[in-house]
């Protein structure tokens, strides 16, 4: 069960305005900060104003920093207690310990992640006659491999390319969806997407790392993934890859029953099947 301080701030989180939502996003994906830190070294960290913090604590219903902070090391020594350490740590090899860790980060996400969002999404897809996916820079490489797999298996999907889908979105059948992929150093390109399909009423799933990046201003459905701070696409790989799995593999157990399921699919070997 999440902590008074996470579940009202997911609450009040679209209501806030953008500074106070930077704050929130940095509790939500690193609490730690908010533990060890005072508030104006966190306003520091996370470049707002001290008075912006203390104006959050109220927000979301603390006297100030220090109740809301003294909350958080509470959480955050229970989940310490709670876990299990490995005594041989130091005997296993490095890329064995960055597995680990890519483990530990799909764990993390899977207690934070809106998973009403998620379902909403799943559904958005499962409802739309056209899926459009687009990706830009790094995030090209899951929006490839997501739009691929889709249309694999419902045959509806269409990976967005800039260079010949110019109008794309004037030409969708009712209903469809636009997902897009936007990560740190947010492609303006991406943004813009969301927004032209938002105002000519198509809805859009937006994929990113944070609860204040630009692209959620546009998105029917926002799903954020928490990243490690340094947001390499090493860091972002494992959970987004994850998260897309998930939502495919949902697809197909909604849809198996419905006929919705491309015949081309069937030729895979299921797993326990020869």
């Keep these: 069960m999440d902590p008074h301080y996470v579940t009202k701030t997911k609450e009040l989180l679209p209501e806030l305005t953008k500074g106070l939502k930077k704050v929130a996003n940095q509790l939500l994906v690193d609490p730690m900060v908010f533990a060890i830190h005072p508030a104006k070294e966190v306003g520091t960290i996370i470049n707002v104003s001290e008075t912006m913090i203390i104006r959050f604590c109220k927000e979301i219903g603390y006297a100030g920093y220090s109740d809301l902070q003294t909350e958080v090391r509470l959480h955050l020594l229970k989940l310490s207690q709670s876990s299990q350490t490995k005594s041989d740590t130091d005997h296993t090899s490095e890329w064995l310990q960055n597995m680990s860790a890519d483990i530990n980060h799909i764990q993390k996400n899977i207690e934070k992640l809106d998973q009403q969002a998620v379902d909403d999404a799943i559904e958005a897809i499962r409802d739309s006659e ?134 081309t699919y069937k030729y895979f070997i299921k797993d326990g099947e020869q």
């Design 130 to 263: 056209k899926v459009i996916v687009a990706g830009y820079y790094q995030s090209f490489t899951f929006a490839h491999w997501f739009s691929f797999t889709l249309n694999y298996i419902l045959g509806n999907a269409q990976l967005y390319r800039p260079e010949s889908d110019a109008g794309v979105l004037d030409l969708l059948p009712k209903p469809s969806c636009i997902l897009v992929f936007s990560f740190f150093r947010y492609a303006l390109d991406t943004i813009q997407l969301a927004e032209e399909a938002k105002k000519k009423g198509i809805k859009v799933i937006a994929i990113t790392d944070s609860w204040a990046s630009p692209v959620t201003e546009h998105a029917d459905i926002a799903i954020s993934l928490a990243i490690s701070e340094n947001k390499t696409l090493l860091s972002k790989g494992p959970i987004t890859m994850s998260l897309m799995n998930a939502m495919l593999v949902e697809v197909i157990n909604r849809n198996e029953n419905s006929g919705k399921i491309q015949p």
